[in-house]
């Protein structure tokens, strides 16, 4: 059974840099996983950000960014706003199937 | 402007079977590429990809609940129906249903747009 794994939490300062990352139990995350990044605040549907790696959703704001980074997706947000507090999950796509990643919990604090 | 609605019962018993309807709107399951997927979410845990059918009919599942599921669909009602057999309290959740698409001119492949998902209790 494939496991994805993201960081439990993770704490930010208003205005800071973090990077949150997305790793597969099969071996390094390429491009050819797509990765997909959402975000969900509580009593919300996941809201998409990022897709096939890098690609931005016209509604996603600027200082969201995606990349690959040592054999993981990667999510880096930029100039965190409080707002930015929320889940954040990947989803990593396995020829048709696809698995979500555990999920990160953002601190804005 | 891509919709999409899931409806179904919001109570169910322990062994009984679970039906839920995905009506959406904005685009078509006909379509080259696209596909319409299940994910859950119990309370307060992580979410959990269930299953996928796509246009030409491909249909995957989790492997974990494979036993369990049936997902098909209905082009022409533009639904997406999905079956879970033998319902458990564990499988309390909010169900949600998405849109995807491979889009095969650029080689991208993305979940995008969302129902707003309802809640499955199962108890006696």
């Known amino acids: 059974q494939t496991v994805v794994t993201q960081e439990p939490s993770l704490t930010v300062s208003p205005g800071g840099t973090v990077t949150l990352t997305c790793a597969s139990s099969?071996?390094?995350?390429?491009?050819?996983?797509?990765p997909n990044w959402f975000q969900q605040k509580p009593g919300q549907a996941p809201r998409a950000l990022i897709y096939s790696t890098s690609n931005k959703h016209s509604w996603t704001p600027a200082r969201f960014s995606g990349s690959l980074l040592g054999g993981k997706a990667a999510l880096t947000l930029s100039g965190v706003q409080p707002e930015d507090e929320a889940e954040y999950y990947c989803?990593?796509?396995?020829?048709?199937?696809?698995?979500f990643g555990g999920g990160t919990k953002l601190t804005v604090l | 402007q891509i919709t999409l609605k899931e409806s179904g019962p919001t109570l169910v018993k322990p062994t009984q079977t679970l039906t839920l309807t995905c009506t959406f709107s904005g685009f078509s399951l006909s379509t080259s590429g696209v596909g319409v997927g299940w994910i859950r979410q119990p309370p307060g845990k992580a979410l959990e990809w269930l299953a996928l059918i796509y246009w030409n009919d491909d249909k995957r599942y989790s492997p974990s609940l494979k036993s369990r599921l049936t997902i098909t669909k209905d082009t022409s009602k533009n639904q997406v129906v999905l079956t879970m057999t033998n319902m458990d309290p564990v499988d309390t959740a909010t169900y949600y249903c998405?849109?995807?698409?491979?889009?095969?001119?650029?080689?991208?492949?993305?979940?995008?747009?969302w129902g707003q998902g309802t809640l499955v209790t199962v108890s006696s």
């Open positions: 998405a849109h995807s698409n491979y889009d095969f001119w650029s080689g991208t492949y993305y979940f995008d747009y």
């Open positions: 099969t071996g390094a995350v390429t491009s050819g996983y797509y």
């Open positions: 989803l990593l796509y396995y020829g048709g199937a696809v698995v």
